[in-house]
């Protein structure tokens, strides 16, 4: 039998490619219809998992799931959730539940971005002016969000005794945006453009977050973050030029290099990893 300084025995040794297989097993993606949210799905499906994507646009989530049914010919399940609703969020939880049996994965990646935010007035107002409505509504969805989606999902996984979580943070969560590299009049015409102070500090809850809910669950559910840097998505060129010289490695990253990185995480293949912050930014929290 093991002990707590025995390792457990694996009943097979795993191949590093087996290591990295998802095949059948279930995961919920938040935010699953923005820009990373397809990605981390579509990863799920190239190793051969079961994506869910919970999005609270409707039309979005269809949209992603039609698009994704394209390019590999299995159209992810997708569901339209406010995860800031808590009886929407186990009601979610339920009906996936009731349709696969279980859950192995938690992808908590809905925030309120850019892409997601823009049309919004004052979203990029200055932190003297930064509407206190704004700044509740981006930690109600990023922090408020993650914590009910890891409230109902932690309960089903830890009835399986068994399940990831990987709450999707930002290098800016980690280091401070740098203010400088942000135009007064703004690099769009008319446009004010900055990292807000609500994503910041947001990013920077969900990361300890991480380390509170792998302390707590071990070991029977593993829970790590993963921190980004800028994804490249036709940005303006005097901006991408300041942002990059920070970069060392001396460009924004694309939409897809982050996928690996998401797989790791949630497969087998860090299955002795837990509470980990894992930085992808090009080198930049080294300066």
Known sequence: MATATTPRQAAAPHTVDRLFRLD???????????????KHAEAILEMGGRPVLLDVNPAKCRAAAEELAKSHGTAPEGHAVDITDRAAVAEAVERIVRAHGRIDILINNAAMTVESSSPI????????DYDVALWEQALRVSLTGAFLCAQA??????????GVILNIASDVGVISPDHRIYRP??????????????YAVAKAGLISFTRYLAT???????????????????????????????????????????????????????????????VMDGGRTCW
């Open 24 to 38: 059948g097993r279930v995961a919920v993606i938040t935010g699953g219809a923005g820009m990373l949210g397809r």
């Open 121 to 128: 007035s004052g979203y990029f107002a200055p932190f003297e």
């Open 153 to 162: 999902v932690g309960k089903q996984m830890l009835r399986q005794r068994s």
């Open 185 to 198: 009049d703004g690099d769009y015409p008319g446009t004010p453009f900055n990292t807000p102070v609500s």
């Open 216 to 278: 707590y669950w071990a070991p029977h559910i593993r829970v790590n973050a993963l921190s980004p840097a800028g994804v490249y998505n036709n940005h303006d060129e005097q901006f991408v030029k300041r942002l990059t010289n920070l970069i060392p490695m001396g460009r924004m990253a694309t939409k897809d290099e982050y996928k690996g990185a998401v797989i790791f995480l949630v497969s087998d293949a860090s299955a002795f990893m837990t509470g980990f912050n894992v």
